[in-house]
């Protein structure tokens, strides 16, 4: 079993910078991947980043490719979201979330995928 807790949301202006991290509390930590996702008022949840249990290979969507950057540091238990020139459409709650590593394939922008979640953290981007 491991716990998720995410931090460092926040408001801040257009084009601006912030990093969320997400603590997990397993001493297996790096047998797991992880993603992080996001939920805006009225609209479903969507893929934002993974990155896999080994710290290589990190995906990003499209609407953040270039712009977030997702990141692990095993030895902290910890994965980093940085997010550079935030929009207003950034604005949402994001969460990360944790499976573990089976040797299979992981389809790793299926939020199904996942069975481990934190309770999400607040980005604002304002105009």
């Known amino acids: 079993q491991v716990q998720l807790v995410e931090s460092g949301g926040g408001s801040v202006q257009a084009g601006g910078s912030l990093r969320l991290s997400c603590a997990a509390s397993?001493?297996?930590?790096?047998?797991?991947?992880i993603g992080w996702f996001r939920q805006a008022p009225g609209k479903e949840r969507e893929f934002v980043a993974a990155i896999r249990s080994s710290g290589y290979s990190p995906e990003h969507a499209g609407p953040v490719k270039g712009r977030f950057t997702i990141s692990r540091d095993n030895a902290e238990n910890t994965v980093y979201l940085q997010m550079n020139s935030l929009k207003p459409e950034d604005t949402a709650i994001y969460y990360c979330a944790a499976v573990r590593n089976q040797g299979t394939r992981w389809l790793f922008s299926i939020a199904e995928e996942y069975n481990h979640w934190g309770q999400g953290t607040q980005v604002t981007v304002s105009s």
């Open positions: 397993a001493r297996t930590f790096s047998t797991y991947h």
